[in-house]
């Protein structure tokens, strides 16, 4: 085959040869090119002159993707052409008003079908348009219904004859003359889904600095070949572009809630805390409740709650002596408390459970803590699985992750607390804090904490607090002067907070987008 003869304003064989080697490299019809470029030539050159892409591919006969295709092949080899994106609204007609255009509107076709002397409502709504226009046609008072009618009610036309002016209407669309519809006209026909509204993207294209229509291909690679023959000096080289960004590498992908825990547990050793062992998911009744001063009988104990284990069913041992302090002090009372003067029973408190709650772990750490022979501050926290027999909403879940935290030490009060929350959410990058009363067996004064969440636009619980109850601490051997404040919030919520999730069973579970984990940055909590 002969080699296509060179574009207007090359000159020689060999602007043809780089012309026919940039229309192989842009992989698309020499036509195209062609034609694109002898258009863009006849206008003047400077900011007034240029054309539309849509107008150019109308006059060329192209299709307007086809004709975008060739404008984004000539921009990546410089400055051939300018071309600035453009975007204009236009209404068309959807696939039900281009059948209205043609067939009429549902409700004349009903009209128009239903004869002089009416016919009963079940069998004029089995004409054409009836399913449809019925509504319409009573509302606009053409047809009236007569209810006394031997057989049921029956359809009759009210008006002699009606002029159909939503086929009108669409006829004038049809023309190019929706914008001097009334507003309310085109509104109704778009209600209706008869209108559409799309939004026309097109360039509007210029010649560019180094505009010719012989282009020549900007090699990307220096070749051993170009090298040994020298051919390299002729040829024009494609600039490097040192801001673009390399392909990511194929890589796992932290989920977030692995990563605002580690967030999280970084933001308690900076605060000076010591992370506790949480490794045992089956927790005996005793740890995780009687030792709480918890009664036996509290709703959370019931099997509506918990998640009771069937084997092994009860805890081997339980430390003695104290186990006695705690019996009592449910019991009996001690430590100016009276108790809540019921039978505690050692059967009940060794029942083995999936914990509901990291405070067990808080308990045992206390309790090894009053064990020691002298007391010292600490600050402790943990960040571990729980789990509650919930049912599930946008909110809740049956097993989730609970962050605590721990401080021990010599008169502690509730301001203390909540300035250690707010240091603590405040570098969790929640500022927005509202703190209100509550009630919990085992810390008195009591707090739940709640965080404003963008996405739900309402309050959202994220964590309890309060600070131990002396029939909690005494009884483990912890000093009379010495108080513990503590707190305890979900991991989940926050992780929701952070990164705009509505629903937490798109979090966990088997709804989790991995494509979601695959996008989320990493998560950088503002100080």
Not at 34 to 42: C, D, M
Not at 124 to 151: C, D, H, I, Q, Y
Not at 444 to 466: A, D, Q, T
Request: aromatic share 8%; net charge neutral.
């Amino acid at each position: 085959m002969a080699p296509a003869p060179p574009l207007p304003g090359s000159v020689g064989s060999a602007s043809g040869e780089r012309g026919e080697r940039f229309r192989e490299s842009a992989g698309m019809s020499p036509s195209v090119a062609e034609l694109l470029l002898q258009q863009l030539e006849r206008e003047a050159a400077g900011p007034g002159g240029g054309l539309c892409s849509l107008e150019a591919a109308a006059a060329l006969g192209l299709d307007h993707q086809t004709l975008v295709g060739a404008v984004k092949s000539l921009q990546a080899l410089g400055e051939v052409i300018e071309a600035e994106a453009r975007a204009a609204r236009r209404w068309e007609l959807s696939p039900e008003g281009a059948e209205v255009l043609r067939d009429g509107s549902p409700e004349v076709r009903l009209f128009r079908s239903l004869p002089v002397e009416g016919l009963p409502q079940s069998d004029a709504m089995k004409l054409p348009g009836g399913s449809v226009g019925f509504s319409k046609a009573m509302a606009n008072k053409w047809l009236r219904l007569e209810k006394g009618t031997p057989g049921g009610p029956r359809v009759l036309r009210a008006v002699p004859e009606v002029q159909d002016a939503v086929q009108q209407s669409l006829q004038q669309v049809q023309r190019g003359e929706a914008e001097s519809l009334p507003e309310r006209d085109r509104a109704e026909l778009k209600r209706r889904k008869l209108l559409l509204e799309v939004t026309l993207k097109s360039y509007w294209i210029r010649k560019g600095s180094a505009f010719s229509t012989a282009v020549a291909r900007q090699e990307t690679e220096l070749t051993p070949e170009m090298i040994a023959t020298g051919s390299w000096r002729q040829r024009p080289f494609k600039p490097y572009n040192f801001s673009a960004l390399g392909l990511p590498p194929a890589c796992g992908h932290l989920h977030p809630l692995l990563k605002v825990r580690s967030q999280l547990r970084q933001i308690f050793l900076e605060m000076g805390f010591t992370e506790m062992p949480t490794d045992n998911f089956v927790e005996s009744s005793f740890w995780n409740f009687d030792a709480l001063f918890q009664p036996q009988q509290h709703p959370a104990r019931d099997q509506h709650d918990t998640f009771f284990l069937q084997d092994p069913a009860e805890a081997p041992e339980l430390p003695a002596g104290y186990t006695a302090k705690v019996k009592k002090v449910h019991s009996q009372g001690g430590y100016g408390s009276q108790g809540y003067k019921y039978e505690w029973r050692l059967e009940e408190a060794r029942r083995n459970l999936l914990r509901t709650h990291t405070t067990s772990a808080s308990a045992r750490a206390l309790y090894q803590l009053a064990r020691q022979e002298k007391f010292s501050p600490v600050k402790y926290f943990s960040i571990d699985r729980v789990f509650r027999n919930e049912s599930l909403d946008a909110t809740h879940l049956a097993e989730f992750h609970q962050v605590e935290g721990v401080v021990a030490d010599r008169g502690l009060t509730l301001g203390h607390l909540m300035g250690i929350l707010r240091q603590f959410f405040t570098k969790l990058g929640i500022t927005q804090l509202r703190f209100k009363p509550a009630y919990n067996p085992y810390t008195e004064p009591s707090m739940e904490v709640f965080s404003y969440h963008e996405g739900l636009k309402k309050w959202v619980e994220v964590g309890n607090s309060g600070v131990f109850r002396p029939e909690l601490l005494l009884p483990m051997g912890l000093p009379e002067n010495v108080s513990v404040i503590a707190w305890g919030l979900s991991l989940e919520r926050p992780t929701m907070i952070k990164y705009g999730i509505n629903n937490i069973r798109e979090l966990v579970g088997h709804r989790v987008n991995l494509q979601m984990v695959y996008d989320s940055p990493l998560c950088r909590l503002d100080a």
